[in-house]
Every structure is written in structure tokens, then in C-alpha cells.
């Protein structure tokens, strides 16, 4: 893992209201208790949203979820953090990006809501038609599948968020498939 990579407080800060969300304090507590104490630490102390965390944190973090809530279909559990934390930080810090009934309109700033996300790399938006849209991340580091399934679930959310229906992120092109590159196919209704 790069000592570099990085992500904001604010992926983290979801990811412990997504928990808390599912169980209350004693569910966080066990997920945090299948980290390490070094780990443990910032998750249990005043996280700032605008501050950069390591990318490797975050990705235990997100497989002491999985573990925890899902071990029999992990999968799922990454798409449905990616989903929730579209929904605290596009109801939040982020809402100015949302413009109901224009999905585009979302989608033209990915290449800085990547920004506020990660350290490394960028994601670019390409429109494909009226209902559909590419974005491609070039230059991230560390990818691992399950954070590409938050990021699917994110842009789910995302889209459905500004006004989106029947909404399908497809991920044929995948880096920690062995990929240059991350491509997420986005359509909806």
C-alpha cells in the first residue's frame, strides 16, 4: 500500500454514521474492536471531515464492515457504504452539486468531488447522452474492488439524489482487475 494515498475524514465520517445507523454504539464497537488499537485510535477520536486520512485506514475500516455486517455477501455492504455516504455528504457539505432533475449537472463536477474524496489520481466525466454518462479515474492509487463497489454505490445514490430513476452503474473496466484505468458506466430513466 502507498504510504501516500490518501482520503478525507469526511469517507470516514460516513462510513462510522453508516454503522451507527445499523446498530447503534455496540455495533460500532464491534466493528472497530476487529482493528487494530493503532487503527481504533482516530476512528474513535474527533475526525474532521477536511482533514486527509490514509487510504489504507479507510479500506480496513471498510472490511471490518463487511466482515462485521455482511460476511456472507460483502459486495453488497460496499455498495450500500458508497450509498450512504452520497446521501450524508449530498444532503450536507456537498448539496450544492445536486440540482434536481439534471442528473448532468451532478456528474459535470466529478472531477472535484474526486477531489474532496482522494489524494491521488482523478476522475473525469464524459457524456454520453442524454441519460447517460462515463466517468473514468486515472491515477488512483491502491484500488481494491470493494472501494470500487462504494464508488458505484455513491454515484447510485448520487443520481437517484438528483432525480435519476431506474439508475444502473456498470463497472466493466476495473484497475484492481488488472485495468490502466476505472471506468463506471452510469444510465437511468
Same mark, same amino acid.
Given at each position: 500500500?502507498?504510504?501516500?494515498?490518501?482520503?478525507?475524514?469526511?469517507?470516514?465520517?460516513?462510513?462510522?454514521?453508516?454503522?451507527?445507523?445499523?446498530?447503534?454504539?455496540?455495533?460500532?464497537?464491534?466493528?472497530?474492536?476487529?482493528?487494530?488499537?493503532?487503527?481504533?485510535?482516530?476512528?474513535?477520536?474527533?475526525?474532521?471531515?477536511?482533514?486527509?486520512?490514509?487510504?489504507? +485506514?479507510?479500506?480496513?475500516?471498510?472490511?471490518?464492515? @463487511?466482515? =462485521? #455486517? *455482511?460476511?456472507?455477501?460483502?459486495? /453488497? %455492504?460496499?455498495?450500500?457504504?458508497?450509498?450512504?455516504?452520497?446521501?450524508?455528504?449530498?444532503?450536507?457539505?456537498?448539496?450544492?452539486?445536486?440540482?434536481?432533475?439534471?442528473?448532468?449537472?451532478?456528474?459535470?463536477?466529478?472531477?472535484?468531488?474526486?477531489?474532496?474524496?482522494?489524494?491521488?489520481?482523478?476522475?473525469?466525466?464524459?457524456?454520453?447522452?442524454?441519460?447517460?454518462?462515463?466517468?473514468?479515474?486515472?491515477?488512483?492509487?491502491?484500488?481494491?474492488?470493494?472501494?470500487? +463497489?462504494?464508488?458505484?454505490?455513491?454515484?447510485?445514490? @448520487?443520481? =437517484? #439524489? *438528483?432525480?435519476?430513476?431506474?439508475? /444502473? %452503474?456498470?463497472?466493466?473496466?476495473?484497475?484492481?482487475?488488472?485495468?490502466?484505468?476505472?471506468?463506471?458506466?452510469?444510465?437511468?430513466?
Amino acid at each position: 500500500m502507498s504510504s501516500a494515498a490518501q482520503v478525507k475524514g469526511t469517507i470516514l465520517a460516513a462510513r462510522l454514521a453508516f454503522i451507527r445507523a445499523r446498530g447503534g454504539d455496540a455495533l460500532l464497537e464491534s466493528v472497530l474492536k476487529r482493528l487494530s488499537l493503532e487503527d481504533q485510535k482516530p476512528l474513535r477520536g474527533m475526525l474532521l471531515v477536511t482533514s486527509s486520512y490514509p487510504l489504507s +485506514l479507510n479500506l480496513r475500516l471498510d472490511a471490518a464492515i @463487511a466482515s =462485521e #455486517l *455482511s460476511p456472507s455477501d460483502p459486495d /453488497r %455492504v460496499f455498495r450500500d457504504m458508497g450509498r450512504a455516504s452520497a446521501e450524508v455528504n449530498l444532503s450536507g457539505p456537498q448539496r450544492l452539486f445536486v440540482k434536481m432533475g439534471d442528473p448532468h449537472h451532478l456528474l459535470s463536477f466529478t472531477e472535484a468531488i474526486y477531489g474532496y474524496y482522494y489524494s491521488a489520481g482523478k476522475r473525469t466525466y464524459l457524456k454520453t447522452g442524454p441519460q447517460s454518462a462515463v466517468l473514468t479515474t486515472e491515477g488512483a492509487q491502491d484500488v481494491t474492488p470493494a472501494d470500487c +463497489l462504494t464508488v458505484s454505490g455513491w454515484y447510485e445514490r @448520487a443520481l =437517484e #439524489l *438528483s432525480g435519476a430513476g431506474e439508475v /444502473r %452503474v456498470e463497472h466493466p473496466v476495473c484497475k484492481a482487475r488488472g485495468a490502466s484505468r476505472c471506468e463506471y458506466h452510469c444510465s437511468w430513466q
